[in-house]
């Protein structure tokens, strides 16, 4: 069971560039989510989807757009990068949005834009 | 002020040692109360919930303070593998979203 799959692992970007983060799960899960998290700060909740069709923002959306593409799959793109999304970015599921159940989350994308 | 903050440490402590993690909250309407493990460079893992009359599981202990917005974690007996960062993690606001506060490193020492 793989839980919540993310990809890539580790990217560069230049500047201006585009880029699309891809996450799936395998827990049939409704609600998806995406965090970056940045040395000394929590985890920030960029966007989420509480269920298939819905979708949004989070804390810190600027710069980035999503679509839920199906029930088990929730990406994530940067339309034109710049160096302040440097980050490591995770995607999570969890049953119900909002509920105490716990979100898994995957390993995480390494990002760097130079 | 951050909605959730931690002491980041960090804290390092020789195996076997009891240590206490602290976290407050700025939204008095929480909901709920987690409290999340990440190893290095690793992704974060659910270690236990915490509720109101506080709740332990095996070596780990947690409790609440509504009255005065605190979170706390008590660890008996540490292990070399407790070493990690502790994640102080809320549910709050009218969308229930987790709020993450920026974790307190611990290194367990042999």
């Known amino acids: 069971n793989a839980g919540v799959t993310q990809t890539p692992k580790f990217q560069v970007l230049k500047t201006g560039q585009s880029m699309t983060l891809q996450c799936a799960q395998d827990m049939n899960h409704n609600s998806m989510y995406w965090y970056r998290q940045d040395p000394g700060m929590g985890l920030r909740l960029i966007y989420y989807s509480a269920s298939e069709g819905t979708t949004d923002k989070g804390e810190v959306p600027n710069g980035y757009n999503v679509s839920r593409l199906n029930k088990r799959e929730f990406s994530l793109r940067l339309e034109s990068a710049a160096p302040s999304q440097t980050s490591v970015y995770f995607c999570?599921?969890?049953?119900?949005?909002?509920?105490?159940?716990?979100?898994?989350f995957g390993d995480g994308t390494r990002l760097s834009i130079l | 002020r951050k909605e959730v903050e931690q002491d980041p440490g960090p804290f390092n402590v020789p195996e076997g040692a009891t240590v206490a993690f602290n976290c407050t909250y700025s939204n008095s309407a929480s909901q709920s109360f987690f409290w999340y493990r990440q190893d290095c460079r690793k992704e974060p893992k659910l270690l236990m919930s915490v509720y109101s009359s506080g709740n332990e599981d095996g070596r780990f202990t947690a409790q609440l303070n509504r009255a005065s917005q605190y979170i706390s974690l008590l660890i008996r007996d540490s292990k070399l593998s407790d070493s990690a960062t502790y994640l102080c993690v809320v549910l709050s606001g009218s969308a229930r979203q987790l709020t993450f506060g920026s974790g307190t490193q611990l290194t367990v020492l042999p």
């Open positions: 999570a599921s969890s049953e119900l949005q909002g509920s105490n159940q716990p979100q898994h």
